[in-house]
């Protein structure tokens, strides 16, 4: 049961990495804004710094989710994830003539 319990985690860890990856992305989006439009306002200003900061430190985080996500993918083989039916349209029986 332990492969199984750990494919579990492994699937739960990749799902919250990208959950926090696209936070990660969206508060460097706001930061971005938010120190230009203080950079527009009022440049070299305290407002400014901090924002330009707190966007350096999302754009950090992002990049760390980002490498997170790049070691801990699965290498592709080739073969479809899981076994679904196939997508051939089922023949009907009749009976020749």
């Known amino acids: 049961m332990a492969p199984k319990t750990e494919r579990i985690q492994f699937l739960r860890a990749m799902r919250q990495l990208h959950r926090v990856r696209s936070f990660y992305a969206g508060g460097a989006l706001l930061w971005a804004v938010s120190a230009a439009w203080a950079g527009w306002q009022s440049p070299g200003s305290r407002q400014m710094w901090v924002s330009v900061l707190l966007l ?12 997170s996500l790049r070691r801990l993918a699965v290498p592709v083989t080739g073969r479809p994830a899981h076994h679904a039916a196939s997508h051939k349209a089922a023949s009907t029986r009749h009976a020749h003539a």
């Open 56 to 67: 350096a430190v999302f754009t950090g985080l992002l990049a760390t989710a980002g490498l």
